[in-house]
């Protein structure tokens, strides 16, 4: 476009291509995107950002990530909560639970309407981080703050019971979803099992399997 005397815009040309990059997996390119934009004078705007945090969460690079939600405050503007859910993502898949829990919080003090997807990152990040407790808090703020959790928020929940050996937690969990009508899957079920079988409890292994079998037919 530059070749060609064509003058790329914010939206169209630039958000377009650091998004391209993210989908990618080339988060190097995207953060060039943006620090071109600012050498051609074209301040980025939150969809910009949001797009390059999106690229460093996709190649696990948190840091980078929170780097550009401080950005975005220096630019005095304000991150929406694709940007934090975005953020929090990126230390879900780096481990770093307790920066995952710290983005949340920034959530809730700026008056954000966070969605599902945001708070089972941060139960995932707290499984991966072996804090079961923090993990089951989370369901229960989701449910405080009215955010229905969805079968993939249980799903979080139940893994990290079983990572940290918490057996009959998990199992209460599963029992929930039926009550919720949230309907396990296997893989949901898979982790109740193990959970099980970490916990020398074979016979409501058995139980469960059993249970899948019904749900199947």
Not at 53 to 68: D, Y
């Amino acid at each position: 476009m530059w070749e060609v005397k064509l003058e790329p815009d914010v939206i169209f040309s630039y958000s377009a291509g650091i998004s391209a990059c993210g989908k990618g997996e080339q988060w190097r390119r995207a953060l060039a995107l943006l620090s071109e934009m600012w050498e051609a004078k074209l301040e980025p705007n939150i969809v910009s950002y949001n797009a390059g945090i999106s690229a460093c969460e996709k190649g696990e690079q948190w840091q980078r990530a929170l780097a550009l939600l401080s950005e975005i405050w220096e630019a005095k503007m304000e991150p929406d909560v694709i940007s934090y859910s975005a953020g929090i993502s990126a230390c879900e898949r780096s481990e770093q639970w307790h920066r995952a829990l710290a983005l949340l919080g920034e959530i809730w003090e700026l008056k954000l309407e966070p969605d599902v997807i945001c708070p089972t990152a941060g139960i995932s990040a707290c499984e991966k981080g072996d804090q079961w407790r923090r993990a089951l808090a989370l369901l229960s703020e989701m449910r405080a703050a009215v955010l229905e959790p969805r079968a993939f928020s249980y799903s979080a929940g139940i893994s990290a019971c079983e990572t940290c050996e918490q057996w009959h937690r998990a199992l209460a969990l599963l029992g929930e979803m039926w009550e919720v009508k949230s309907e396990p899957d296997v893989i949901i079920y898979s982790a109740g099992i193990s959970a099980c079988e970490k916990g020398d409890q074979w016979q409501r292994a058995l139980a469960l399997l059993s249970e899948i079998r019904a749900a199947v037919l």
